[in-house]
């Protein structure tokens, strides 16, 4: 291993050199390693796995192939490790990675924690890091680094999304039911603040613990708030939780729920019988138009279920990256980086997405509702899109930014 | 409308239903153990992976065999219990004469065995199970619009509790059982096959979390994690029971439940921590726990 | 004893030189869960006191040493001592309330203890609840040695396991340690020699503490962050792990547990996911079954077996 850093070491020296000496040429791109190596990390196997895990790797793979497979007639590596929701093991496996292994890009890395510190890594080590599946909005503020591009979506998104388009459709009273730790705060806060915004109300919240094994008390406090609508700033686990226990003590009679954060594999775990009428926001969908339900029957081929938004954000971004070193003409992060903060994102993902100063990137929601069993025409069929929220009205503005990088 | 510290009553009358609830699954799974650790003198970490396994039987053979809800009651207790025994013969009766900490070992290293097993197989992000048709809907008690299914599931864990309680107590099983738990040589001696009686506590034991697990499946969500997070509290609701008697143990399930309830309300914040925070009290005041003896 | 000095020596070399074999990081790694591991192995292997909450330890000394250095701008070294002594005082209050129980129940209670502080730590505002407490900087040991360069502090963390092994070796082979041993082997003859046990296992509890606390500051200064993996109870079942696979009981043992499974757990994560547990259950249930001295523990008998029959 000590070889192979001293080999880094020399190629990256080498390559500051050619770099110092003149432009690279386009067509001979410059390669750190003489390949682009992609480095997928994710939850393979825990609480995330269904939503990024095997499925991102494939979908990397997958963006591969559709860039040809080579750059410059060089190799393009996908590699993948499991962080398994542990900072230290991802922010270590980043810097062996980055160090010892010569991994370009880092993408998907669920997890605040460790996607938090996998940006922090990255910015030291200077390396791109595309960031997926994490929903702290604290990677494009106070984390913020160049290294770090937040592609899919952020607990503002989120909030906003949902938020705005339900008290704009006759929601006006709130009440919330919030997961007890740093997420779950930072969605309710939010979506409060929209709701408010709005012209909305907000009648109360119920703070419940992480990992709560039973809902039905809390819920009970929200039928008790005779709001018209119930947020659930939770996820995972316990907002499938959340929704089941509505169902069975009769709260979707006369309230609606809307979930925060909520993705295809929680509603497919649910089942629609129970998840019918639910509003939610949703990063990207396989069933919008024919290219995305062809890039969802693609991946469906080889991992039997549909694409997450993570998973087809992760192939997007993959994507993306090979064309900005393509245009750039090298794998330097700085080069990369500038290059991707200038180009228009337009693949089966994001129409006129665009990387800002902060690392976001910005594109289109959709506010999307869950079908009922009879809407249900086929496997997967659960959505039916509400509205497009567009890109400028999404994502949290500059103006509102605490990322240093913004100067104002 | 009456008020209890600015909570209507009727909600606190609600709350107290549901930790009433909570406390059957808290009374069941504590009162396997307290069975288990009569006789085997081991903690038995993975009651809560058996709890869960529970779960998974009942969805599995709905979905593969087509085997509903009812059957499943039987069959997820019977297949666990099985298991359970398969574990006693092969693994633990080896630890009999040791440190008991080594069974405590033990079956941590099985829960985590079930638990990745059923992690790979099924993943995390949990299946659904919808509650027997016979049980859908809901009684409006007045104070509260209480789910048949969760009726059903203080009435059934109440029933089996007792019935486990009067086994003990009042047959000559429960005697022989007795026997075998203060002083296994004697009883050895008096002609009672006293390993036979080890294997079938065990396997009674993990059935009845088997029970749970089956009872849990249609009102939450049938993951491989859900084992894991009930397990601690279940194991302080041991500590502060003391498990010292058989009736110590449900009723110490059952309140702990209730009290658990009443945090909801009016801290919920808390409501995971204050099953802890009682556990501290009681060792404070009472080291043996609530129905605990002194040894 | 100049064999036994010999072997140390050994030792020592190879943690001089084990950053040109390995990636430092990954060995500062193994360190910190070898001094976690050696630390609890002082309470359960010598004093025979189970503790199922050692999490609580780590987790906490990498928060207040995290805070500190990152917040009040301490020097790193303050940081560590600061993270000891928290965990120090945990230990102290852990310690007054298990030892009132022994056996199984002391482990069932340390275990809740520890969830207690791992929801506390999910509520506190400095812990950065989920996104954990992050970028805590490095900084410069004494105001002179650069730690943000991985070889410096390489050097520091196995300075820091260097001198912390020395003392649990010098505890447990001096009086102190024997009274501890006796209270493992017999405590009713030990309480009737007119020793005072609650006050001993109560000492025993808080070093243990305090050493598992040194470990976790240091694991922070490494990683530059204290996330709540550290303080959740997988850790704590995971210490246990390391100590019984190394050998309960035996000095060198929990370094050799901590260095198998810490490495196992980086090398074999990519391979095959989700059965990384079932690898740890197995571990756990075959050393309990036929392993019981751990690695150490059995090479140890091993010898004494072929120096008898010599």
């Not at chain 2, 069959?75 to 405590?104: C, F, N, T």
């Not at chain 2, 002609?191 to 979390?209: E, H, R, S």
């Not at chain 3, 209670?109 to 812990?127: C, D, E, N, R, V």
């Given at each position: 291993m000590r070889?192979k ?13 050619t770099?110092a000496?003149?432009?690279?040429l386009?067509?001979s791109?410059?390669?750190?390693g003489?390949?682009v190596k992609i480095?997928v990390?994710n939850?393979m196997s825990g609480?995330?796995a269904d939503i990024g895990?095997?499925?991102s790797?494939?979908a990397?793979?997958m963006?591969?192939a559709?860039?040809g ?6 190799p393009i590596?996908?590699v993948a490790?499991d ?5 230290d093991?991802?922010?270590s ?5 980055f160090d ?7 993408v ?9 510190a996998?940006?922090?890594?990255a910015n030291e ?9 994490s929903?702290s909005k604290a990677?494009t503020?106070e984390?913020?680094?160049p290294?770090?591009?937040h592609?899919a ?7 906003n999304?949902?938020g705005?388009a339900?008290?704009e ?12 730790y740093?997420f779950g ?15 909305g109300?907000?009648l109360g919240?119920?703070r419940h ?5 039973d809902?039905s ?6 039928q008790?708030?005779?709001?018209q609508?119930i947020?659930?700033?939770?996820a995972?686990g316990d907002t ?10 009769g ?10 954060l909520i993705?295809i594999?929680?509603?497919h775990?649910?089942?629609l019988k129970?998840?019918q009428g639910m509003l939610?926001t949703?990063a ?7 290219e995305?339900r062809k ?6 081929e080889?991992m039997?279920?549909?694409p997450s938004?993570?998973?087809a954000a ?6 993306t990256?090979?064309k900005a070193v393509?245009?750039?003409g090298?794998?330097?992060a700085?080069?990369?980086?500038a290059?991707l ?5 337009n ?9 800002r100063q902060d690392g976001?990137?910005?594109h ?5 509702q ?5 809407e249900s025409?086929y496997p997967w069929?659960?959505?039916k899109?509400k509205?497009?929220i567009p890109?400028?009205q999404?994502f949290?503005?500059l103006s509102?930014?605490?990322c240093?990088?913004?100067?104002k | 409308m009456?008020e ?5 009553l009727?909600?606190l009358l609600?709350q107290l239903?549901?930790?009433?609830v909570?406390g ?6 504590s ?7 009569g006789?085997?003198n081991?903690?038995n970490?993975?009651?809560g992976?058996l709890?869960?396994?529970g779960?998974f039987?009942?969805w599995?053979?709905l979905?593969y ?9 039987l069959?997820?207790?019977?297949l ?5 025994i398969?574990i ?6 080896w630890l009999?004469?040791?440190d008991h ?6 079956t941590?290293g099985?829960?985590l065995?079930i638990?990745?097993?059923f992690?790979?197989?099924?993943g ?7 509650i027997p048709e ?9 104070f509260m619009f209480l789910?048949?299914y969760?009726a059903?599931i203080v ?5 089996v ?10 047959t ?6 007795r026997?075998a ?7 050895q ?5 006293v ?5 079938l506590?065990y396997?009674f ?9 089956v009872?849990?499946?249609p009102?939450l969500?049938?993951s491989?994690?859900m084992?894991?997070n009930?397990i601690?509290v279940?194991?302080a609701?041991?500590v502060?029971g003391?498990m ?8 110490t399930?059952?309140g702990l ?7 909801k309300v009016?801290?919920?914040e808390?409501s995971?921590?204050v099953?802890?925070f009682v556990?501290v009290?009681?060792l404070?005041l009472?080291?043996a726990?609530?129905f605990g003896?002194e040894k | 004893?100049s064999r036994?000095t010999l072997g140390y020596?050994l030792?020592?070399?190879?943690g001089?030189?084990a950053p040109a ?8 790694k193994v360190l910190c ?7 609890f192995n002082?309470l359960?292997g ?11 330890f780590?987790?906490t000394?990498?928060y207040?040493?995290g805070?500190?250095?990152k ?6 070294e303050?940081?560590?001592?600061l993270g000891?002594l928290?965990a120090?005082a945990l230990?102290w209050l852990?310690?007054?309330?298990a030892?009132?129980r022994a056996?199984i129940y ?10 207690m502080m791992?929801?506390?730590f999910?509520?506190?505002p400095?812990?950065?609840?989920e ?9 410069r040991?004494?105001?002179?040695l650069?730690?943000?360069d991985?070889i410096?502090?390489?050097?520091v963390?196995l300075a820091?396991?260097t ?13 102190f340690?024997?009274v501890?041993k006796?209270?493992?082997?017999n405590?009713?003859r ?5 020793y005072?046990?609650?006050?001993y296992?109560?000492?025993?509890f ?5 050493l598992?606390g ?6 922070m ?6 996330t709540?993996?550290?303080a959740?109870w ?7 792990l390391?100590?019984l696979l190394?050998?309960m ?5 929990p370094?050799a547990?901590a260095?198998i499974?810490v490495?196992l757990?980086?090398q074999?994560?990519d391979?095959?996911?989700s059965?990384?547990?079932v690898i740890?259950g197995l571990i756990?249930?075959?050393?309990v079954?036929v392993?019981r001295?751990g690695?150490?523990g059995?090479?140890g008998?091993?010898y004494?077996?072929m120096a008898?029959?010599r």
């Amino acid at each position: 291993m000590r070889r192979k850093i001293l080999s880094t070491m020399i190629q990256s020296a080498l390559l500051s050199l050619t770099l110092a000496g003149g432009p690279a040429l386009a067509q001979s791109g410059k390669l750190s390693g003489d390949m682009v190596k992609i480095g997928v990390m994710n939850d393979m196997s825990g609480l995330y796995a269904d939503i990024g895990g095997p499925g991102s790797v494939e979908a990397a793979k997958m963006a591969v192939a559709d860039f040809g497979g080579k750059i410059f007639g060089k190799p393009i590596e996908v590699v993948a490790a499991d962080h398994q929701n542990k900072p230290d093991v991802g922010a270590s496996k980043a810097r062996e990675w980055f160090d010892a292994q010569g991994v370009d890009m880092i993408v998907d890395v669920p997890t605040s924690s460790v996607g938090i510190a996998v940006a922090k890594v990255a910015n030291e080590k200077k390396r791109a890091y595309f960031n997926t599946g994490s929903a702290s909005k604290a990677l494009t503020n106070e984390e913020c680094n160049p290294y770090t591009v937040h592609y899919a979506y952020d607990t503002y998104a989120l909030a906003n999304g949902t938020g705005k388009a339900i008290v704009e459709t006759g929601g006006k009273s709130w009440f919330f039911l919030t997961a007890d730790y740093a997420f779950g705060h930072a969605l309710e806060q939010d979506t409060a603040a929209v709701v408010k915004a709005a012209g909305g109300q907000v009648l109360g919240a119920v703070r419940h613990p992480l990992n709560a094994s039973d809902f039905s008390s809390f819920l009970l406090q929200a039928q008790a708030s005779k709001a018209q609508i119930i947020g659930l700033a939770n996820a995972g686990g316990d907002t499938i939780n959340s929704v089941k226990a509505a169902n069975e003590f009769g709260l979707t009679k006369n309230q609606t729920l809307a979930g925060l954060l909520i993705f295809i594999s929680d509603i497919h775990s649910l089942g629609l019988k129970t998840a019918q009428g639910m509003l939610l926001t949703d990063a990207w969908y396989w069933d919008m138009n024919d290219e995305t339900r062809k890039f969802g029957r693609r991946f469906f081929e080889k991992m039997k279920r549909m694409p997450s938004f993570d998973q087809a954000a992760v192939y997007s971004s993959v994507l993306t990256y090979l064309k900005a070193v393509k245009a750039a003409g090298t794998d330097d992060a700085d080069a990369v980086m500038a290059q991707l903060k200038k180009a228009k994102i337009n693949d089966v993902f994001a129409k006129n997405g665009y990387i800002r100063q902060d690392g976001r990137m910005v594109h289109d929601m959709y506010l999307m509702q869950v079908k009922s069993p009879e809407e249900s025409k086929y496997p997967w069929d659960y959505f039916k899109l509400k509205k497009v929220i567009p890109a400028e009205q999404a994502f949290q503005p500059l103006s509102l930014s605490k990322c240093p990088l913004i100067k104002k | 409308m009456s008020e209890v510290f600015g909570v209507p009553l009727q909600a606190l009358l609600g709350q107290l239903m549901l930790g009433l609830v909570n406390g059957s699954f808290y009374a069941m799974l504590s009162l396997g153990l307290a069975v288990i650790f009569g006789m085997l003198n081991i903690i038995n970490f993975a009651h809560g992976a058996l709890y869960m396994m529970g779960a998974f039987i009942a969805w599995m053979s709905l979905e593969y065999l087509g085997i509903g809800y009812w059957w499943s009651l039987l069959l997820a207790p019977v297949l666990v219990g099985m298991l359970g025994i398969l574990i006693e013969r092969s693994m633990l009766q080896w630890l009999y004469k040791l440190d008991h900490l080594y069974g405590l070992l033990l079956t941590f290293g099985l829960a985590l065995i079930i638990e990745g097993l059923f992690r790979d197989l099924f993943g995390v992000s949990g299946l659904p199970y919808t509650i027997p048709e016979e049980l859908a809907g809901a009684f409006n008690l007045g104070f509260m619009f209480l789910p048949k299914y969760r009726a059903w599931i203080v009435l059934s864990s109440l029933t089996v509790c007792l019935l486990t309680w009067f086994m003990i107590e009042k047959t000559r099983l429960g005697a022989y059982l007795r026997a075998a738990t203060e002083n296994p040589r004697l009883t050895q001696a008096f002609g009672i096959n006293v390993p036979l009686m080890v294997m079938l506590t065990y396997g009674f034991g993990v059935a009845l979390a088997g029970f749970a697990g089956v009872l849990a499946a249609p009102a939450l969500q049938v993951s491989p994690l859900m084992g894991s997070n009930l397990i601690i509290v279940v194991f302080a609701v041991v500590v502060i029971g003391g498990m010292g008697s058989i009736l110590g143990s449900i009723l110490t399930g059952l309140g702990l439940g209730v009290i658990e309830g009443l945090t909801k309300v009016f801290y919920p914040e808390a409501s995971a921590t204050v099953v802890f925070f009682v556990m501290v009290l009681v060792l404070l005041l009472r080291p043996a726990g609530l129905f605990g003896r002194e040894k | 004893m100049s064999r036994q000095t010999l072997g140390y020596g050994l030792l020592l070399l190879l943690g001089l030189v084990a950053p040109a074999l390995a990636y430092p990081i990954l060995v500062m790694k193994v360190l910190c869960f070898a001094l976690f591991a050696c630390a609890f192995n002082l309470l359960t292997g010598f004093t025979g006191l189970l503790s199922f909450g050692h999490a609580a330890f780590l987790g906490t000394a990498g928060y207040v040493a995290g805070h500190a250095i990152k917040i009040w701008q301490f020097p790193p070294e303050w940081g560590l001592l600061l993270g000891t002594l928290a965990a120090a005082a945990l230990g102290w209050l852990f310690g007054v309330l298990a030892i009132r129980r022994a056996g199984i129940y002391f482990a069932m209670i340390t275990l809740a203890l520890a969830q207690m502080m791992y929801f506390i730590f999910i509520q506190a505002p400095f812990t950065g609840a989920e996104d954990g407490l992050q970028g805590v900087p490095r900084g410069r040991l004494f105001g002179v040695l650069d730690l943000a360069d991985d070889i410096n502090l390489y050097y520091v963390v196995l300075a820091i396991f260097t001198l912390a092994f020395w003392l649990i070796h010098r505890t447990i082979h001096s009086p102190f340690g024997q009274v501890l041993k006796a209270i493992r082997e017999n405590e009713a003859r030990a309480i009737s020699l007119g020793y005072d046990v609650a006050k001993y296992k109560l000492l025993a509890f808080v070093l243990s503490a305090a050493l598992a606390g040194l470990a976790g500051a240091t694991k922070m200064l490494v990683f530059r962050f204290a996330t709540l993996t550290d303080a959740h109870w997988h850790t704590s079942g995971e210490v246990v792990l390391m100590t019984l696979l190394g050998g309960m009981g035996t000095v060198l043992g929990p370094m050799a547990g901590a260095a198998i499974i810490v490495t196992l757990q980086d090398q074999l994560a990519d391979k095959v996911g989700s059965l990384v547990t079932v690898i740890m259950g197995l571990i756990f249930v075959v050393c309990v079954l036929v392993f019981r001295r751990g690695i150490v523990g059995e090479i140890g008998a091993l010898y004494r077996k072929m120096a008898g029959t010599r």
